[in-house]
């Protein structure tokens, strides 16, 4: 019976793919996970490259037995990623985190088993804090996290960091989620209003391996999503009538 089940959405990640598929069989192990206990919804996110047949391939080797193949036809942006995932679940505990190699997905299944280990009935999201960053990085992730505060009254560090563990019930207060990247900034203001706390764990983040960043990929792309963010986090504001 599976225990946990952890949403990766994978958008042009053909290459991270091979190594992705290694680290997350030896993370679960490292964790006491078994395939029949923790299974990975890999979401090919409307891809463009070759990541279907690369995903072929895989899921044919033993280290396919870890993962469940979601493949979303039309990109319609990170956050109906995410959602489509969440919502293939069918285990207590669920969460998601990134394909791309710059989180290690070990995080996400130590953050499984501290969960497990609690009274089933407690509401609690584990969420990763950054570290190993870049000044201008870190900057924008303040500038999210302050306006969310002030806005939301959501003080809770980094808003875009991951893993983000929990259990299931949270689920059914994401309806009406936004596609794009504001869906971070959604669920844990979501899981705050529906009683949960969020308790931070520090996860090391790397440069990427293969490709560019989706949004940080040059000047116009950060602008747009810097922008977008601080836009939904008034119009979320806007909606719960905090504003």
Not at 4 to 20: I, Q, R
């Amino acid at each position: 019976m599976l225990e946990f089940e952890l949403v990766l959405p994978a958008y042009n990640e053909a290459k991270s793919l091979p190594d992705l598929y290694k680290k997350v069989a030896e993370a679960a192990l490292s964790c006491g996970f078994t395939p029949d206990r923790c299974q990975v919804v890999l979401v090919d996110n409307g891809s463009t490259d070759d990541s279907a047949v690369v995903l072929k391939q895989l899921q044919s080797t033993a280290l396919g037995a870890w993962f469940r193949v979601l493949t979303v036809a039309l990109n319609q942006g990170y956050g109906f990623g995410v959602k489509a995932g969440l919502d293939a679940t069918t285990a207590p505990f669920i969460g998601w985190s990134h394909a791309d190699l710059q989180c290690d997905p070990v995080e996400a299944f130590r953050a499984a088993v501290l969960l497990r280990n609690l009274p089933a009935s407690t509401p609690l999201v584990v969420k990763g804090k950054r570290f190993g960053r870049s000044l201008s990085s870190r900057i924008i992730s303040s500038v999210f996290a302050f306006a969310a505060g002030v806005s939301l009254g959501l003080w809770c560090g980094e808003i875009n960091a991951q893993p983000k563990v929990f259990p299931r019930r949270l689920l059914g207060h994401l309806s009406g989620a936004p596609v794009d990247f504001s869906f971070d900034l959604f669920a844990l203001y979501r899981a705050k209003a529906a009683g949960f706390s969020l308790r931070t764990i520090p996860v090391y983040f790397p440069n990427r391996r293969h490709g560019v960043s989706n949004w940080s990929a040059s000047f116009k792309s950060r602008r747009r999503t810097i922008v977008g963010m601080l836009r939904y986090c008034r119009h979320l504001a806007l909606t719960e009538g905090r504003l």
